[in-house]
Structure formats: structure tokens, C-alpha cells
């Protein structure tokens, strides 16, 4: 497992994990329209954003379990023709109720695309050069999050439903995706809930179990608190506070992914200077801030710098996230365990639009973005404390530092 061998396959990483974050962020821009067509009210279009997170809770760790038993090859090009084929139904059907069960018909297949294109990461790279692909992975996740509201924004100007046909680019990586190699070289796995038990175990026995269980709520406030707000009710705020169209929605939005794709691309650098743990700090700071600046901005100006505030925050806390899911134990559990953290994080993509758009229905877009502050303030403010007790009782620490492999 060389990182020459990685690199060859790091182009067909990043298309992978760029379909299973197109099935979030192509719709952005778009969530006020299909509100309308469809006629439901704003606070409940947002359960077509979490739907396509919700299978995730509970399938991503066992579609990392099926990884380790199978290898990564076959259980990404299921995921693609299951994201694929739900995603492209999508675009033919006009009832809330059936939209919503084919989104969570895609997140089946998006529960593999995003977790397992991290897992071959970690079989094909390691130190340093882990965290830099980690970094790039990220950054064409955010990149595809900068371009696909621009995109989706533009499609829906011929009708609300059209974005859903960019769908189709599943096929042509379905085809793709023969190229990963399989896992043959791996001992058999246990049965499900032993191969996770063994997983837990084998963190105990390392000093990084509290890490990593501390590392999932962590991990899901602040997925909840930037797509619930930063993703969802951002255009919903824009069209009703600043009067925008569905396509100039697009580039507004793209300012918080571009962010977020430029501190990620960053990473590998920031990680030579700076320990996690101030990384963590700073991002926690940024976000607070972003979502300051942007309940309280007067005009685009300031709203677009709110938004690249909080994505850089965002940018700098997901790579380090990504690359101790993937190091924190050996090989054979490493599809597992990214599968967990992955579990945790679709608790946080599926709440978060959904209580999202229900406090800007309830209470207002810009008091919406308060939540967020308190959300993140409440991260910052106990995660380091609790790390140490946590670390005390089991000599774990959270550290992603070059040379630290597993």
C-alpha cells in the first residue's frame, strides 16, 4: 500500500466523494422553489436536505463493516448505482412525501461514497502525507460545495427540478471505480458486532478510545450547526432578506465552500506549524465568528465575509477529523471506524437542516444563526476540558502529528 499507488488513485478519490457531497449542496440554492412547487412551507423543506443524511446514522458504520469484509471496490460501485439511479428519479416526481423517500433511497448510497474514499486514504497513505490527501479530499468536497450551488442555481432557472439530473455523473464513475483495488490482503472479518468490539478494543488498548468517542459528538455539532445554518437556511435568508434569484443565490453560498476548500488545502501546512489542538481552537473561533458576522451583516458585503469566516473554520477542522478517524487504529478496522465517526456525522447532516429551517421558520433568519454561535460556543468551551479528563483516565490524546501511524 504505497502513496505512489494512492496518488494514482487520489483523482478517482475525489470524484467518488464529490458525488456523495453533490447530493447535499447541488439543492442549496434551490430549497425556496422547491417549497413552492411542491407546497409545503419553508420550515419543512429542509427534511428533503436531511433525508439524504438520515440513512447514514445508522448504515455507515456497517457499510464500513461491509469495507473491511469485502473491500472498498465493490461496496463504492453499489453506492454509486444506488445514488445514481434515486438521484435521477428524483427530477420525474412532484409529491413531497415520494421526493423525500427517494433522497433517503440516495443516502444509501451516499453513506459509502463519503466515508469510504477516506478509507482508501488511510490504506495508501500515512504521516504527513495522510493529512495532506485528507486535505485534498476535503478541499474537492468543498470545491464541489463552491461549484454546485453556482450550477444547480442556474439549472433550476428552466424549472425547480432540473438540478436533480446532474445525477446522472454517477454512471460514468461507476465505471470509473473498477480501478480500486480490492482488500484480499486483510485476515476475514467478525461478525458485525464483534468486529466492533475488537475496534473499541484495540483503541482501549492504544490510549485513543476517549479521543475518538469525544471526537463524534464534536464532530456532529459541527456538522449540524454548518449545514443546518451555513447550507440551509443561508439561501432561504438570502431570497427574503436581500430579494435574490435562485442563480445569483449560487455564488453567495459559494463563498463559504470556497473558504472551507482553501483551509483544507491548507491543512498539510498548518499541520507542520501548529499542534491539532490549537488548530481545533482557532476553527472553533472562526465559526463563531462566521455566524456573528452573518446574523448581524448589513448588506452582501458583509455577509460574504461572514460566510468565508466560517468556512475557513470549517476547512480547518474536517481534515484533522478525517485523518484521525482513519489513524487511530490498524488497517482492518479502519473501515469500521470511519464508518462510526461518518455515523455520527450524518446524526448532525440529517438534525441540522431540519432544525435549522424550523428556528428560521419560527423565529427568523437571522436570530437562526444565534443558535449557531451558542452551538459552536459550547463546543469551544468544554471540548478541551473534557479531552483532558477524558485522556487522564485512559492516557488517550488527540493527535494527528506526522509519524504517528497506526
Known sequence: MSAPTGRRL???????????????????????DLATELG???????IVQGAVAAPGILLASYIGYLADKHGTRRVIRVSLIIFGTAGLACFLVRDFWWLVVLRLVQGLGTSGLLSLGVVVIGDH????????????????????TTLAPIAGGF?????????????????PVFIWARKFPGRADLPPSDPPIRHFTAAMSDLNQRGRLSDFLGMLPMSLLTLAAYLGLGLTVTPLFLEREFSLSVSQRGPIMAIVSAASSTASVLSGRIGRRFAPTQVLTTAFLLMIGGFTIVGTAPNLWVLGMGLAVLGSGTGSIFPLLQDYSASAGPAKYRGILVGTWVSANRVGQASGPV??????????????????????AIVALVWMPMRRLASGRTGGRFSTRSGQNP
Not at 478517482?12 to 425556496?32: D, H, K, R, Y
Not at 409545503?40 to 429542509?46: D, L, M, N
Not at 421558520?361 to 443558535?371: A, C, K, L, N, T
Open 155 to 171: 439549472l433550476a432557472e428552466g424549472g425547480a427540478f432540473r438540478p436533480f439530473l446532474i445525477f446522472f455523473l454517477a454512471f
Open 355 to 376: 432544525i435549522g429551517t424550523m428556528a428560521a421558520d419560527g423565529f427568523g433568519e437571522r436570530q437562526s444563526y444565534g443558535g449557531g454561535v451558542v452551538v459552536m
Open 125 to 144: 497513505f500515512t504521516g504527513l502525507e495522510r493529512r495532506w490527501a485528507m486535505g485534498i479530499n476535503l478541499a474537492a468536497l468543498t470545491a464541489t
Open 40 to 46: 409545503v412551507s419553508r420550515g419543512r423543506i429542509g
Open 10 to 32: 487520489l483523482p478517482l478519490v475525489l470524484a467518488t466523494t464529490s458525488m456523495g457531497v453533490l447530493a447535499f449542496s447541488i439543492l442549496a440554492p434551490v430549497l425556496p
